[in-house]
């Protein structure tokens, strides 16, 4: 994506509220989306996600706020008039059409040429690859060709604005994992900007180019998916996204260039500054992956690349573990009796060196790799 294409806002969301019986299901939500982008909106059921999507559809009127799409207010203009199309979970396919028919459905609705009508509906047919499947009726694919056939029929309108609602929910892991690339690799040709709203952070992280992470009806967060994994603004977003680990202390030491945290498990040196005083309350958050661990006491060479001054080491047993073939997860419970998760690649075929339940373990990292929560 361009820079220049990237700094269009499109749509542009202001100060938006949905209220529902005196709940506040949307609070005040403001993001700019960026043209030809796939932008995801992250979060837990409730979150108010769906809420926000259907919004931009026009299904629900907001109770207070702007919807900008292409320099107009849209929140007074009805679904069938928005230049945006949806498409459902459930695919919403009509089983008593074919693929074909399913796909002109909405271009005879709005009186196209036949001619311009056939053109289309072979461009989306070539686009997903379904081309040969004109004649088949839903019921006569796979979950991943009704998908494909849901896409093309939402695209074949050619929408300013496409949104997804959880678009990969009904397939299996396998076929979801697969189709995933699939949707992205269609979106961006086409060119369409487009929201998509997922509870999957797999899918987010995969798909999105940015990832709006929700709770209670609020945007914690925007980012693109390394920046949300590896710099979360606070403890919800660490939580939330992949598997992470958060030590309660203390500041004790602050300088522009390094940090340092006391905390009931150890010292933690942290390779950065924070905005903060001394003594206030914080969570150091690690990722699983980032940590090393070994049955032998860390040498000094080993501790010195984690840290300059040998902290961010502690002590355990390994209480649980589970393998997933490329990895194994480890849970090491500490000697303060607080438990941390490990996650260590299973590099070699045979490990005479793997690590096994009730042993005693060093767990260290690297003070880059921390991420320090204050809020």
């Not at 700094?7 to 993001?31: H, Q, Y």
């Not at 950065?272 to 206030?280: D, K, V, Y």
Request: glycine share 8%; aromatic share 6%; proline share 5%.
């Amino acid at each position: 994506m361009t820079p220049e294409r990237a700094a269009e806002p499109f749509p542009l969301i202001r100060n938006l509220v949905k209220d529902f019986d005196g709940v506040r299901a949307v609070n005040d939500v403001s993001v700019a989306i960026n043209k030809g982008e796939i932008f995801a909106l992250l979060g837990s059921s409730g979150c108010g996600k769906s809420t926000l999507l259907r919004m931009l559809a026009g299904f629900e009127t907001p109770t207070a706020g702007e919807i900008i799409l292409a320099g107009q207010d849209i929140v007074g203009v009805p679904p069938y008039q928005r230049p945006i199309n949806m498409m459902f979970q459930s695919y919403a396919l009509f089983p008593h059409l074919s693929v074909w028919d399913n796909i002109a459905f909405g271009l005879r609705r709005d009186g196209l040429p036949k001619d311009e009508i056939a053109a289309r509906v072979e461009k989306m047919l070539a686009l997903v690859q379904l081309s040969e499947y004109g004649k088949r009726k839903p019921h006569q694919l796979s979950g991943g060709q009704q998908q494909r056939v849901a896409l093309a029929r939402s695209l074949a309108k050619r929408p300013q604005l496409l949104l997804l609602d959880e678009p990969l929910g009904a397939l299996d892991k396998k076929l979801r994992e697969r189709t995933q690339m699939e949707l992205v690799s269609i979106i961006e040709e086409v060119g369409v900007t487009c929201v998509m709203v997922t509870h999957d952070q797999d899918e987010a992280m995969s798909m999105a180019t940015r990832i709006a992470v929700m709770s209670a009806g609020r945007i914690l967060q925007v980012g693109a998916p390394d920046e949300i994994y590896e710099t979360p603004n606070c403890r919800f977003v660490a939580d939330f996204i992949g598997s992470v680990n958060l030590l309660n202390g203390s500041v004790t030491e602050d300088e522009p260039d390094h940090v340092i945290i006391d905390s009931p498990e150890g010292r933690h040196y942290i390779t950065h500054g924070i905005t903060g005083t001394l003594g206030m309350p914080v969570a150091v958050a690690v990722r699983p992956e980032k940590i090393a661990v070994q049955a032998e006491a860390p040498t000094l060479e080993q501790r010195a690349n984690a840290s300059e001054h040998g902290y961010n080491c502690v002590q355990g047993t390994i209480t649980a573990l589970a393998y997933f073939g490329n990895e194994t997860l480890y849970h090491v419970q500490l000697d303060t009796g607080m438990s941390i998760k490990v996650s260590r690649t299973n590099a070699a075929r045979h490990d005479a060196a793997a690590l096994k339940r009730d042993q005693r373990v060093y767990a260290w990292w690297d003070g880059a790799d921390v991420v320090v929560l204050t809020s």
